[in-house]
């Protein structure tokens, strides 16, 4: 049983700043990769940023420069540092993780909403 739980989404100005976190608990040796996705109304679900091992990074172009994904790989922990937030921000976003023990399996945790006001 793997659990990712989210926080610190809200409302926010444009040109503000917010930090999501992500924790995963349950049974876990390692973690390969997680990410942040999001998924605005009306819209796909989309990848916004993945970690993978210790340093290995990879933005969507529309935020690269403006966010920032790190990891605590000790706390099995992912944090997106989201800085000049524009209104076309405004999505649910979800945190994810991969597992590749025993199998290969991805988790998702429930989803923190993110508003940028004009």
């Known amino acids: 049983q793997v659990q990712l739980v989210e926080s610190g989404g809200g409302l926010v100005q444009a040109g503000g700043s917010l930090r999501l976190s992500c924790a995963a608990s349950g049974s876990i040796f390692s973690i390969y990769a997680m990410g942040w996705y999001r998924q605005a109304p009306g819209k796909q679900r989309e990848v916004v940023a993945t970690?993978?091992?210790?340093?290995?990074?990879n933005y969507a172009v529309s935020v690269k420069g403006r966010f920032t994904i790190s990891r605590d790989s000790a706390k099995n922990t992912v944090y997106l540092q989201m800085n000049s937030l524009k209104p076309e921000d405004t999505a649910v976003y979800y945190c994810?993780?991969?597992?590749?023990?025993?199998?290969?399996?991805?988790?998702w945790g429930q989803g923190t909403q993110v508003t940028v006001s004009s």
């Open positions: 970690i993978i091992d210790v340093d290995s990074t």
């Open positions: 994810a993780a991969t597992l590749t023990t025993p199998t290969p399996k991805n988790y």
